[in-house]
Every structure is written in structure tokens, then in C-alpha cells.
């Protein structure tokens, strides 16, 4: 079992920044892929940006050029720096990560989620 902590969260006016961060229970490199999700009241939970399998990063339309995503090897952290913030990011953010454990031929997935985290971006 692996434990996804997120922390970071707040109120913050447009135009401003946050930072989240998500701890896991073991060395992140034993995980196949880590990221952040969202969920605003009434929608869909939605990809925001993370770390694939190969280690490169990716990032949703609407938020490229003002997220960043980083890890901190030695921490066993991911993080999520949030600039420009507007009001259509508030939504409740959640670390997800994901294990490939067993054999090639009979590989299986196992996926993990955080609680979340609020984050309100007031207009």
C-alpha cells in the first residue's frame, strides 16, 4: 500500500501563486508515473499535470505555462508550484501515483490517491 499525503493548500486572490506538495510512503522512483488531479464543485475530476512512466511531464491546456510540477528524490515528494492563479483553478487538487508490480507477462496495476487539498482562488 502506498500513502499520498498532499499539503499546501489555501485561499489565494487571481493572479497569485500557491504551492502544493505530495508526500508518498516510499522512494518515488519505485512508482511508475505521479500526478496532480482536480475536481471543481459539479465536474469532472481532471488531469492537471504530472510525471509519465518515462519521467517527462505533461501539463492540461489550460493550465501550461503557469503550473510546474517538480520531484524531490531525497523527500520522496512531488510538488505542484501554481502561478497566475484564476479563479477557474479553485477546485479540490489530489496527488495520484500508480505501481506496476509482478512479472511482464502478468504485470498489474495498482493506483493510489491522496485526500486532497482545497485550493480557492477568489476574483
Known amino acids: 500500500q502506498v500513502h499520498l499525503v498532499e499539503s499546501g493548500g489555501g485561499l489565494v486572490q487571481a493572479g497569485g501563486s500557491l504551492r502544493l506538495s505530495c508526500a508518498a510512503s516510499i522512494n518515488i522512483f519505485r512508482l511508475n508515473s505521479m500526478a496532480w488531479y482536480r475536481q471543481a464543485p459539479g465536474k469532472e475530476r481532471e488531469l492537471v499535470g504530472g510525471?509519465?512512466?518515462?519521467?517527462?511531464?505533461n501539463y492540461a491546456d489550460s493550465v501550461q505555462g503557469r503550473f510546474t510540477v517538480s520531484r524531490d528524490i531525497a523527500k520522496n515528494t512531488m510538488d505542484l508550484q501554481m502561478d497566475n492563479l484564476k479563479a477557474e483553478d479553485t477546485a479540490v487538487y489530489y496527488c495520484n501515483a500508480d505501481r506496476l508490480i509482478g512479472p511482464v507477462e502478468g504485470v498489474k496495476r495498482f493506483e493510489y490517491w491522496g485526500q486532497g487539498t482545497q485550493v480557492t482562488v477568489s476574483s
Open positions: 510525471f509519465t512512466s518515462g519521467g517527462t511531464t
